[in-house]
């Protein structure tokens, strides 16, 4: 009887070792980090509406940051935007909002205004698509700078030293992903392959699911 | 023969089931945060002066953004988190809560110490100038606005009502939604003590 016992014990631990590395092998189930929470901010979009990070609450959000003076790379991120805008419809979202929200840092040159010409200029969907800043410099230096990890800085002449890049955030006000450079494969298919990773755990992660969700965080199962 | 092989299954399901039960991740309560820095640590003003987040270090500390003159949500969450910390009896020496008034103009230090006296003896009120509390709260994710209230209860301030919980080394680890309750947050907090 003892022998059974303790032969029962060790394929049981077998069992549960092996388990544990096919979970962290094969992956099952993917997710993304909750990095840290993204920053809270009051600002003014393109029809002179305010835009607050509470309106983004129960909606994935992309974040980007530019300056309509802003050469080649905010071009780049733009078309980046614009090609995820006409994909969005790629990916099985289970009925969560998609928004994108472009930060201006230039609030000096870039008023509401100026924001809307910009955005129609490029063909942004206003409905989806928010272009905005606020007047008060030090709390966007907060924001931008700090809450999202963006660095930038005005050079006086016109211009600013900016690192383009997207963050993500998920209903929960959670950053999720964060894009700063151009990978292998374009930032479009990377962003749209994750906001269907975030909305399968959004709509899966509920009941006994939601221990195996815990577990892919656990295990560091992070969506390439 | 058979009642050996019986046996053998027997007891191989019977520790896949305890081992699944036991080693199954904490289902926690709020939404869990794995950041790779330790969260902004600040400075406010308290009833004894200053007070930063780094002070704590060594502690659990839970920070919670609301004002005293709050109707309903801050008084709600703040008793619950006074109810957790009773409940975890003597454990409770490690978990420092800290109550930061978004509401500067009329919360002085000396009125949060006697707000928040009311849930625990050992929550710390503090506050600071608006520029100060802006920068706090933004980078806590918590947005806070003025708005209009009655006569009677003169402006209110609309506020993210999260409750934030910060682990021994200063890294956010868990955020509460509103609405959490006692019972929810000492099964969390007592998780965490253990880890």
């Known amino acids: 009887?003892?022998?059974?016992?303790?032969?029962?014990?060790?394929?049981?631990?077998?069992?549960?070792?092996?388990?544990?590395?096919?979970?962290?092998?094969?992956?099952?189930?993917?997710?993304?980090?909750?990095?840290?929470?993204?920053?809270?901010?009051?600002?003014?979009?393109?029809?002179?509406?305010?835009?607050?990070?509470?309106?983004?609450?129960?909606?994935?959000?992309?974040?980007?940051?530019?300056?309509?003076?802003?050469?080649?790379?905010?071009?780049?991120?733009?078309?980046?935007?614009?090609?995820?805008?006409?994909?969005?419809?790629?990916?099985?979202?289970?009925?969560?909002?998609?928004?994108?929200?472009?930060?201006?840092?230039?609030?000096?040159?870039?008023?509401?205004?100026?924001?809307?010409?910009?955005?129609?200029?490029?063909?942004?969907?206003?409905?989806?698509?928010?272009?905005?800043?606020?007047?008060?410099?030090?709390?966007?230096?907060?924001?931008v700078g700090s809450g999202f990890e963006t660095y930038y800085e005005d050079k006086g002449d016109g211009n600013f030293a900016l690192d383009p890049g997207f963050v993500l955030v998920d209903g929960w006000g959670v950053i999720r992903a964060e894009y700063r450079y151009v990978t292998e494969v374009s930032d479009a298919d990377r962003i749209l392959r994750h906001l269907g990773v975030l909305a399968d755990e959004a709509h899966n992660s509920v009941g006994s699911a939601k221990l195996a969700y815990e577990a892919a965080h656990l295990f560091l199962c992070y969506a390439p | 023969m058979k009642l050996k092989v019986f046996l053998s299954v027997f007891v191989v399901i019977l520790g896949l089931a305890a081992g699944v039960y036991f080693l199954r991740p904490h289902t926690f309560h709020g939404t869990v945060i794995q950041s790779p820095e330790p969260s902004f640590d600040f400075t406010l003003t308290g009833i004894d002066g200053d007070v930063s987040l780094s002070d704590f270090r060594g502690k659990m500390v839970l920070i919670y953004f609301g004002y005293t003159f709050c109707p309903d949500i801050c008084p709600a969450t703040l008793a619950n988190v006074g109810q957790a910390l009773r409940d975890l009896g003597s454990k409770a020496d490690d978990v420092q809560v800290l109550m930061v008034s978004l509401d500067p103009e009329r919360d002085t230090p000396e009125k949060l110490a006697k707000y928040v006296a009311q849930f625990h003896p050992s929550f710390v009120g503090i506050t600071g100038s608006q520029e100060e509390l802006d920068k706090v709260a933004s980078l806590y994710g918590i947005f806070y606005q003025k708005t209009e209230g009655s006569n009677a209860t003169g402006y209110l301030i609309d506020h993210t009502a999260t409750l934030l919980v910060l682990d021994r080394d200063g890294y956010l680890k868990l955020v509460f939604p509103f609405g959490v309750t006692s019972d929810e947050i000492a099964d969390d907090l007592k998780y965490m003590l253990r880890q």
Do not use: H
């Open chain 1, 1 to 143: 009887m003892s022998k059974t016992f303790f032969n029962g014990i060790y394929v049981v631990a077998t069992l549960l070792i092996l388990g544990l590395l096919a979970f962290k092998v094969f992956q099952p189930i993917q997710v993304l980090p909750r990095m840290r929470l993204a920053p809270a901010y009051s600002f003014i979009d393109q029809d002179n509406q305010p835009l607050t990070s509470e309106t983004m609450r129960g909606q994935f959000t992309l974040y980007s940051f530019t300056y309509t003076n802003c050469p080649a790379p905010c071009y780049n991120s733009n078309e980046t935007i614009k090609e995820i805008q006409s994909r969005i419809g790629e990916v099985q979202l289970n009925g969560i909002p998609v928004s994108f929200v472009t930060v201006s840092i230039d609030p000096d040159r870039d008023t509401p205004d100026a924001l809307k010409i910009y955005g129609e200029s490029i063909g942004a969907d206003f409905n989806i698509w928010k272009f905005a800043t606020t007047t008060n410099k030090e709390l966007l230096k907060t924001v």
